[in-house]
């Protein structure tokens, strides 16, 4: 399990301008990625998260950590019996602020209630919605 005060280790420092930067990386790794697997990207999370891992990482970036983690699905009646799925995911620190990086969360959209799916492409602050560091409790 990684929680902030492991990042706050480390000294968070980013170029501003290294923000789009970030955002053409992780639109190219999914371009490629969709080209590779024929768009469907289910169960290429932990490939895909290591990929922006070690990009980031040749890009200079040091507090970068690919996290196993869940999905929580809004509507688990029609999915895996637990109502939750493994799920794989980059974490970046800046500035003692923890950043979220996905390009496969998507896949999970079919479970999930139309105002909570998950874009394509996913760089912000924080957990979005229904991603959990921690196994959920049945």
């Known amino acids: 399990?990684?929680?902030?005060?492991?990042?706050?280790?480390?000294?968070?420092?980013?170029?501003?301008?290294?923000i789009k930067s970030i955002e053409q990386l992780l639109h190219s790794i999914r371009k490629?990625?969709?080209?590779?697997?024929?768009?469907?990207?289910?169960?290429?999370c932990v490939l895909a998260s290591e990929t922006i891992?070690?990009?980031l990482k040749f890009m200079?970036?040091?507090?970068?950590?690919?996290?196993?983690?869940?999905?929580?699905?809004?509507?688990?009646?029609?999915?895996s019996d637990a109502g939750y799925d493994p799920h794989t995911w980059v974490e970046f620190c800046h500035a003692d602020?923890?950043?979220y990086l996905d390009?496969?969360?998507?896949?999970?959209?079919?479970?999930?209630f139309p105002e909570h799916r998950f874009p394509s492409v996913i760089f912000k602050?924080?957990?979005?919605?229904?991603?959990?560091?921690e196994k959920p409790l049945n």
């Not at 990684?2 to 301008?17: F, L, V």
């Not at 200079?60 to 999915?79: E, H």
């Open 1 to 18: 399990t990684h929680d902030s005060s492991q990042y706050k280790e480390q000294e968070c420092t980013m170029d501003p301008n290294a």
């Open 32 to 44: 490629q990625l969709m080209r590779l697997y024929n768009d469907d990207l289910q169960g290429q």
């Open 53 to 55: 891992a070690i990009s």
């Open 60 to 79: 200079g970036f040091g507090n970068v950590r690919t996290i196993a983690g869940w999905c929580i699905y809004d509507d688990p009646s029609s999915c």
């Open 97 to 99: 602020k923890i950043y």
């Open 103 to 112: 390009v496969t969360a998507d896949q999970f959209n079919y479970w999930m």
């Open 125 to 133: 602050e924080g957990l979005p919605y229904g991603m959990s560091r």
